[in-house]
């Protein structure tokens, strides 16, 4: 038993020295700098200096309060109007990467298809370019007299000054089916709001301009999410399609019923990686709009940037930050929620009664 327990210990101190080198770089530069970052959101810090040092107030809540309690503040307005646009940056984004994503994977899964090899690359490729290059060539593809508003100009359509654009598209949709005229809001939606915004405001949707971001966004993401789905699919064995297909089921049938619950795991892994990924939007943003025109691309992410190196409110800063990662933190869990797999949590808490039912009559005997 000694020799056994000596073994066990040997066998403990070898995996934590092999171990250890990953510990160390991890408490580094990931755990110690959250844990500057959570003070400095405390602080008054003006990002001179130790943020340790004597000198540093401590003010408790009032960086977060300025961000969420605050009637009529700035920073309050700024934060809530990054937080409308980057949802609906997120309502969009993430779907529509989703589901093109899907639709590649199963197009290049046909085993009849052929070049599988290059469509897979060209599909891949925006994926590995570097998202500065890519916002650059976007920003001249979508300037006023680019080649975006020309292709436009042959259909007889006059595109609009696509970053210098800030309606919401929501707002030119009601405008156009007659629900409302756009440079005169209705008086219930102007005068109302929440969180020191109008209803208006809320309902606008993602302007002309973000909508650019959005699309280089889905364009850019899409390859990388499409070589997951392609992996999960070519996992899926044959044999059990072959045998749905025998027992009557169609080419729908057969998706809904065999590859979609095969997929759900990895449709869990990419849905929860774009959320992530939306929700921290920031090098397009910076390069392309800077937040503009008229706040309609500013994100909590970038926001909380220009406000640490701009205005140099690092405390601040940093409680947008962890507001932003609770909001994440929130999100992911409500969608890792939503994917759970209901048949297997079925199975074990049957399985926890049936052990539980044994140890009492286990125990009556």
């Known amino acids: 038993m000694s020799r056994t327990r000596t073994v066990h210990q040997g066998q403990a101190r070898a995996g934590w020295l092999f171990v250890s080198p990953t510990i160390v770089v991890l408490g580094l530069f990931l755990a110690v700098p959250v844990l500057m970052a959570l003070w400095v959101s405390f602080t008054d810090w003006n990002g001179r200096g130790s943020p340790f040092a004597s000198g540093i107030g401590f003010v408790g809540v009032d960086n977060y309060r300025e961000l969420v309690g605050e009637q009529g503040g700035l920073t309050r307005s700024d934060f809530m109007t990054s937080l409308r646009n980057n949802f609906y940056y997120v309502l969009l984004v993430v779907p529509l990467q989703t589901a093109f994503a899907l639709f590649l994977a199963l197009v290049l899964n046909q ?80 005068d109302g709001g929440a969180l020191g915004l109008s209803w208006w405001q809320w309902l606008a949707g993602p302007s002309v301009a973000l909508s650019v971001i959005i699309l280089l966004v889905v364009w850019t993401t899409t390859g990388t999410f499409m070589l997951m789905f392609l992996a999960a699919l070519q996992d899926l064995p044959v044999e059990v399609e072959e045998a749905a297909r025998i027992d009557g089921a169609g080419r729908w049938g057969v998706f809904r019923n065999v590859t979609l619950p095969h997929l759900r795991p990895t449709m869990l892994l990419v849905t929860t990686l774009g959320l992530i990924g939306t929700w921290q939007v920031f090098d397009q943003v910076y390069v392309m709009t800077q937040g503009g025109p008229g706040k309609t691309t500013l994100t909590p992410a970038f926001l909380s940037y220009f406000y640490a190196f701009e205005n140099q409110k690092w405390g601040v ?21 939503l994917f759970r797999d209901k048949d297997a949590i079925a199975l074990k808490r049957q399985e926890r009664r049936t052990r539980k039912a044994r140890a009492v009559a286990g125990g009556v005997a």
């Open 317 to 337: 800063a940093a409680a947008m930050a962890f507001v932003l990662f609770l909001i994440i933190f929130a999100m992911a869990s409500l969608q890792r929620w």
């Open 111 to 190: 085993r009849m298809l052929k070049a599988v090899g290059l469509f897979r690359t060209a599909f891949y490729f925006p994926s590995v370019v570097s998202s500065v290059a890519i916002s650059l060539v976007f920003l001249f593809l979508f300037t006023g007299g680019g080649v975006v508003n020309s292709m436009l100009g042959w259909v007889g359509l006059d595109g609009p000054t696509w970053f210098n654009d800030s309606r919401g598209l929501l707002h030119l949709v009601g405008d156009g089916l007659g629900l409302w005229n756009a440079s005169a809001p209705p008086a219930a939606l102007a």
